[in-house]
């Protein structure tokens, strides 16, 4: 959709004509002498940018930097040619089409003004106007209303001109031009200002929170000096962007929704249907011959270079993060030393599994009020705040995560409880979330990832995959509005961990923080299980799709924590990076797979059951091949020394050169509370690792050998051969409807909602 989409905004300009890998023809028909023409005019130092962002210091690195690239010698550059996009004026909507499996969705968009425009930022509030975090005119108009079970807005302002839209997806049996027309209301919205002073004030307390939020980060802060090059931004520009975004008036907004959006459009129309992409014919591949203990010249003299061995980081208690107590469980806080932002997590070890209708609730709670305000209005009052609320749940869990500005914390956490208390919503609003929901499934049913996803939980787990733990249709229709009310009601009130990232203290916290009275307890989360067979058993779904799709399940017993070194030793020795046995003797050396990946994984709690766990894309035609050599790589094949050694040099490089940003240390140290860890383990991990002998290695990799695999295969049944995957694994074909617990598509959702 993205590239019809800029087809039809930038005909003739390679903002419209240059696809990221070229077309099937270019893949036919390589123009080798063609890349290195362009290499040669493009790759020289003086078009060349190097960016740095981290613990560096500028006084030692910039002289080494000039030293190192002292030898790359500038040469002349091919002028670039002229750079405005034809007009496209005059053309009125420009429709375009595509096909494909799974949902249906419209975009519309319309061509703007560059980066470097004077225009930028009234342009992007503009796009904030349409789109905010929940409260634009699509959210309340759309999304909030039922409308459309999504839409948002896009906004990319390039070098040499730009672009703006919106799109959103149609629910199951929608008609698209309705969905535009939706849209096209939105914009109509926009047009006659139907927007206030207060939602532009907000704006910009949102971008300066998202920027304040990206500069915690180094990838956020070489983003932030990659766009200024890129674009040819005046960096005093990029660094008052805030400012720049404050100025904005209602009136600019305005003038600049009637000067771009008018007729002359491109229109994307996404149906669903088969898609059948061009064929390519297999080329013929000669197998390549791996020898680990290889090294080229270039590597020798990388590891001849003098460098000082990296400090691991270790996480502290009581500097980097502390354990306490809130009436309703644990508390983990961390502290914002940089900020005035926060993060604050509500985290219930309860899910659909043992309450079945708590992630279909939340759902319904995030299209509704709380107390005396709509839900329009809600979403207003929080994008006011700065406040974000995003609810997830699982099958086995649910949280809420309040996240903004320290001096708006107190009254974000009581709209959250009013919110929970007091959600206000309509019978129409529990049938338009139904609608939306049964068409998202519907729509999953048809997307080939969801389906491969789905066969692997159902080949590794059986009955206790996850997405049979979800109620069915039939449930979701009958229950009535007052049931899902009570299953959002005492959420405030069962017990759960709070885990905080900010500028307050603990005592300062428990003051404004604290959810809900009276805890209920909660029983503990069923402990992770992976399905037994008494010989190696396939599992297949048919899909018609091109590539096969295979995971491969080894279950164990849950693995004690002094087995973790050999567990990620050998997951590394596996496929640990591009270096690793799976990926090297599957793809690079005989071109059977698309991708492939294999690693030890232990559960999120010590309870749960450990397993080996493999996967890989590949044509179908290859899929018995690449299967069986799959298999024999994972059943004891004796580990090169070679390959072992450098596994191990990579992973303890990675210990020592791991960090854990401030905002993500509260979940990690929850995920060590559950594996009942008392401190940061991986300098443990390090020296454990350190000490490991190939022989070890060897014989943890020899537990599988007498473990008959698992194994879920996804393709096209006429063009996998499935007596050739007989021959490795007994084959059961499972329906697709077997995968989930949805039940018979369609349902009547008239009566959703009313009492019973």
Request: with cysteine; aromatic share 8%; hydrophobic share 40%.
């Amino acid at each position: 959709m993205w590239e019809q989409l800029r087809a039809g905004l930038f005909p003739r300009h390679p903002y419209g004509t240059q696809t990221t890998i070229g077309e099937v023809e270019h893949l036919k028909n390589p123009a080798y002498g063609d890349m290195v023409d362009f290499f040669a005019r493009h790759y020289a130092p003086n078009n060349v940018a190097v960016i740095l962002a981290g613990d560096i210091d500028p006084k030692t690195a910039l002289p080494v930097l000039e030293e190192a690239f002292a030898g790359w010698a500038p040469r002349a550059l091919t002028p670039a040619p002229a750079a405005a996009p034809p007009s496209i004026a005059g053309k009125g909507r420009v429709f375009k089409e595509i096909v494909a499996e799974g949902e249906q969705s419209v975009q519309i968009a319309w061509r703007t003004a560059s980066a470097r425009s004077a225009e930028e930022p009234v342009l992007t509030v503009m796009d904030w106007l349409v789109a905010g975090d929940g409260a634009g005119i699509l959210d309340v108009e759309l999304v909030l209303a039922g409308q459309v079970p999504d839409a948002t807005t896009f906004n990319e302002l390039l070098r040499d001109g730009g672009y703006w839209g919106l799109e959103a997806t149609a629910r199951d049996g929608q008609v698209l031009d309705d969905v535009e027309a939706l849209l096209l209301g939105a914009v109509k919205k926009l047009k006659a200002g139907e927007f206030t002073q207060e939602d532009l004030d907000a704006i910009v307390l949102h971008h300066e929170i998202a920027d304040k939020r990206s500069l915690e980060s180094s990838y956020g802060r070489v983003s932030k000096m990659l766009h200024a090059y890129v674009h040819h931004l005046p960096w005093e520009d990029v660094v008052r962007h805030t400012q720049r975004l404050r100025a904005v008036t209602r009136e600019q907004v305005i003038e600049a929704a009637n000067k771009y959006l008018g007729d002359d459009r491109v229109v994307v129309f996404r149906r669903r249907g088969e898609h059948r992409p061009p064929a390519i014919g297999k080329p013929s591949i000669t197998p390549v011959t791996i020898d680990v203990s290889r090294h080229s010249a270039f590597a020798d003299e990388i590891r001849a270079m003098p460098a000082d061995e990296i400090a691991p980081q270790q996480l502290r208690e009581g500097e980097d993060y502390r354990h306490d107590t809130f009436p309703a469980g644990p508390l983990i806080w961390t502290p914002n030393r940089h900020s005035d932002l926060f993060e604050l997590t509500y985290h219930y070890d309860i899910g659909s599994r043992k309450r079945p209708l708590a992630c279909h609730a939340l759902d319904l709670l995030e299209l509704s009020g709380a107390g005396d305000l709509d839900a329009a209005a809600l979403q207003r009052r929080l994008f006011q705040l700065g406040t974000s609320i995003d609810a997830r749940c699982s099958a086995d869990a649910l949280s809420i995560t309040v996240s903004g500005i320290d001096r708006n914390l107190k009254e974000s956490v009581r709209l959250l409880e009013l919110w929970l208390r007091s959600p206000v919503f309509t019978d129409e609003t529990v049938r338009a979330l139904l609608a939306n929901t049964l068409s998202q499934r519907k729509d999953a049913l048809d997307d080939p990832d969801f389906v491969g996803h789905a066969l692997a939980l159902f080949a590794s787990r059986g009955k206790e995959s996850p997405l049979l733990a979800e109620p069915s249709n039939a449930v979701l229709a009958q229950v009535p509005s007052t049931r899902l009310a009570r299953e959002i009601n005492d959420i405030p009130d069962l017990a759960h961990t709070t885990l905080y990232f900010g500028p307050r203290d603990v005592a300062s916290l428990r003051e404004v923080a604290v959810l809900g009275k009276n805890h209920r307890q909660l029983a503990p989360p069923t402990p992770l299980r992976y399905r037994k067979v008494d010989k190696p058993t396939i599992y297949f779904a048919h899909k018609d799709v091109a590539q096969a799709v295979v995971g491969i399940f080894f279950g164990q017993p849950p693995l004690p924590t002094t087995e973790w070194p050999r567990a990620e030793l050998y997951s590394q020795v596996l496929g640990g990076d591009m270096s690793g046995l799976v990926f090297q003797e599957i793809r690079e050396a005989r071109g059977l797979a698309y991708g492939a990946h294999a690693s030890y994984h232990y559960g999120e709690r010590k309870e749960d059951m450990s397993s080996l766990i493999a996967d890989l894309g590949t044509q179908a035609d290859k899929a018995r091949d690449a299967l069986g050599l799959l298999l024999d790589l994972l059943r004891q094949t004796p580990i090169a020394e070679g390959r072992f050694t450098a596994a191990k040099t990579a992973l303890l490089e990675d210990y020592r050169a791991q960090y854990i940003a401030p905002r993500g240390r509260a979940r990690t140290v929850l995920r060590w509370d559950h594996q009942g860890l008392r401190e940061d383990p991986r300098p443990w991990l390090l020296g454990q690792v350190g000490a490991l002998t190939l022989d070890a290695i060897q014989g943890f990799a020899g537990r599988f050998a007498g473990t008959p695999p698992v194994i879920s295969v996804m393709g096209d049944r006429a063009r996998l051969d499935l007596k050739a995957l007989g021959d490795l694994a007994a084959v059961e074909v499972v329906s697709v409807d077997r995968l989930v617990s949805y039940g018979p598509f369609p349902i009547d959702v008239g009566q959703a909602g009313r009492a019973r």
